[in-house]
């Protein structure tokens, strides 16, 4: 689960409803945050904590308690003063004999390991000029950092910096993981994220939760289809990729080979006549079929054995390819709508919402990347509003929403939303995946996926996190070409 800064303060309200306390929280916490710390710290080396003027701050104290315990040499620097703490952080603070400094006083010099126990989950504002400043000090120092909580400067629910902030060696997680753990740049500050635990049960931590997920197997592990021994191809299912002109005709055969190596039993690629011959030079285990406009298509779809369709890929932008995608969706087959397909109903995803909402009963996964989804809710009104929401995920959401349709928001911190609110922020998304035709080759996934009758919000999930992985297992000098052949020691991963 990843919880909100709102979420998370229902469930320590809740946890402490139940018969415990703020200020056992706050000691779990800061001893976690200890027992870490000295995990990244010799034996009488020197720490110096960084404690905020809030419940942040107090974990800190704690933790810098049980440090000096433990025999380390602890310096503790306070932004604000002693007498401005309240609740449990002032009672916090009270345990803590070493006395403090502040921020400008702060002797980085001989530091070991800096905990940063300045700002949490209740940061609303861009950090002062006081702590600012201690913040570029401590990356001048280049010193390890354990951050507790977050990275301070880093707001919660979105991941954006708040003026600046503490770049981490590991942030120490408390109670759950928050969206800014994934969501960058707050991604990118976190370093190595861990989870400790501070006393909240698990499950007044999940009914605190509103359908945020970080992206993994276990959300959609036990959804994956598994070919039996007595299956045939066709109890596989029957993926369609949409192709382009002559000039224009490796993006879908990237996609169909995805489609492919993601387990569809049958995959045919819809072309016109032509590019049928630059395409049958090219394939093999994948069909072609011919289809030269919409209507030729829709004949196609008559035969219901064909239940997933990709198209968008190097289609081409205009009218043509929107009159294809009303063939698609009017079909009712599980389709995925990429690249063109999207940027065809650029200003228009009212008319979109209008296609893939009537009478449909196959899921629909959409997969822009922020280019694309910018063109798509470029229109007044609701786009706007929708454009503007505060955070990846917000944005996800709503344009879920507002489609009807599973929406997979591409980029280094994936967001894949549901139109019943649901939404997972993948984790581990790879840098070489920065490359020409990677996301013809996900679109092609999902349908695979799809074909083979998992549910839209788990089979773009699943697509998203086995891309990853494949780009992940062949590293540097990825080409598009590679990730389709990754997908077997993918799959094989996941048995």
């Not at 630059?278 to 008559?302: C, G, H, R, W, Y």
Request: glycine residues 12%; proline residues 4%; aromatic residues 4%.
């Amino acid at each position: 689960m990843l919880l909100t800064a709102a979420e998370m303060r229902l469930a320590e309200a809740a946890a402490v409803a139940a018969g415990g306390s703020y200020a056992a929280l706050m000691e779990q916490a800061g001893r976690a945050v200890a027992a870490r710390a000295l995990t990244m710290s010799e034996a009488d080396a020197r720490v110096l904590v960084l404690c905020g003027p809030g419940n942040n701050g107090g974990d800190g104290f704690v933790a810098a308690r049980h440090l000096a315990l433990a025999g380390r040499r602890v310096e503790v620097v306070l932004a604000g003063s002693l007498t401005g703490l309240r609740g449990e952080a002032a009672a916090a603070a009270a345990t803590w004999s070493g006395g403090c400094v502040p921020p400008a006083a702060a002797n980085l010099d001989t530091t070991a390991l800096v905990v940063d126990a300045l700002f949490g989950t209740g940061l609303g504002r861009d950090l002062d000029r006081e702590v600012a400043a201690l913040v570029a000090r401590v990356a001048e120092a280049q010193v390890p950092v354990l951050s507790v909580d977050l990275p301070s400067g880093i707001e919660s629910d979105t991941g954006a910096v708040r003026g600046s902030a503490i770049v981490a060696t590991v942030t120490l997680a408390l109670g759950a993981l928050k969206p800014a753990h994934l969501l960058f740049p707050g991604r990118a500050h976190a370093g190595a994220v861990e989870l400790a635990e501070i006393g909240i049960p698990a499950e007044t931590l999940a009914q605190a939760g509103g359908g945020l997920v970080a992206n993994g197997p276990g959300l959609w592990h036990r959804l994956l289809p598994r070919p039996g021994l007595g299956g045939h191809k066709y109890d596989r299912g029957h993926a369609l990729v949409l192709s382009g002109g002559p000039a224009q005709t490796g993006a879908a055969r990237l996609a169909a080979r995805g489609a492919l190596r993601a387990g569809a039993g049958l995959v045919s690629l819809v072309t016109s006549a032509r590019a049928l011959s630059v395409n049958a030079a090219q394939l093999t285990a994948i069909m072609l079929k011919v289809a030269d406009d919409p209507d030729e298509f829709s004949d196609l779809l008559t035969d219901d054995r064909f239940n997933s369709i990709v198209l968008g890929p190097a289609l081409g932008v205009g009218e043509a390819t929107r009159a294809w995608v009303a063939a698609a969706l009017e079909a009712d087959r599980a389709t995925v709508l990429d690249a063109d397909a999207l940027t065809s109903f650029a200003g228009a995803a009212e008319s979109l919402r209008t296609l893939v909402s009537a009478d449909r009963v196959a899921p629909v996964v959409v997969t822009p990347h922020q280019g694309e989804f910018e063109r798509l809710f470029a229109d007044t009104g609701e786009g706007a509003a929708l454009r503007s929401a505060p955070s990846k995920v917000e944005r996800a959401r709503r344009a879920a929403a507002c489609l009807g349709a599973v929406v997979v928001l591409k980029g280094a911190d994936t967001v894949i939303a549901a139109p019943d609110g649901r939404a997972a922020v993948n984790g581990n998304g790879s840098p070489h995946l920065a490359t020409a035709g990677s996301g013809d080759v996900l679109a092609g996934m999902v349908a695979g996926l799809l074909a083979q009758g998992m549910p839209g919000f788990e089979a773009a999930a699943a697509a998203v996190w086995m891309h990853a992985d494949a780009a992940t297992r062949f590293g540097r000098g990825l080409i598009a070409e590679d990730l389709p052949e990754m997908l077997p020691a993918v799959w094989r991963g996941l048995d």
